[in-house]
């Protein structure tokens, strides 16, 4: 679809805002949460948006979503609780509208 105007409507401006702030993707984010081989619930900084965009890796390995963690807002929780020595990642977008 074309555009046929020149100005940029209120969304426009926040998510080029949040581009600009660093505040749109999250990168190699570290959960918070007890790693020690018991503990299966960890926390995002923020709420992915959306929830598909999350990305989250063990010790360099992808996850999958339901096989190995599921996601409520910033929230989750591990079929298997990770160990002191795991290393967890999460890639993901925050919209900022």
């Given amino acids: 679809m074309a555009r046929t105007s020149t100005v940029l ?3 426009e401006i926040l998510t ?5 702030d660093g ?12 790693q020690n081989g018991v503990n299966v619930t960890f926390i995002l900084s923020s709420t992915p948006n959306p929830a598909t965009s999350l990305e989250l890796k063990l010790n360099g390995q992808d996850l999958t979503l ?8 910033a929230i ?3 079929v298997q609780a990770p160990f ?8 993901y977008v925050v919209s900022p509208v």
């Fill in 9 to 11: 409507t209120n969304n």
């Fill in 66 to 73: 339901t096989t190995d963690y599921s996601l409520s807002g």
């Fill in 23 to 34: 505040t749109y993707f999250h990168r190699a984010e570290s959960l918070t949460g007890t």
């Fill in 84 to 91: 002191d020595i795991d290393i967890i990642k999460a890639w």
């Fill in 16 to 20: 080029i805002q949040a581009i600009v």
């Fill in 76 to 78: 989750i929780t591990f």
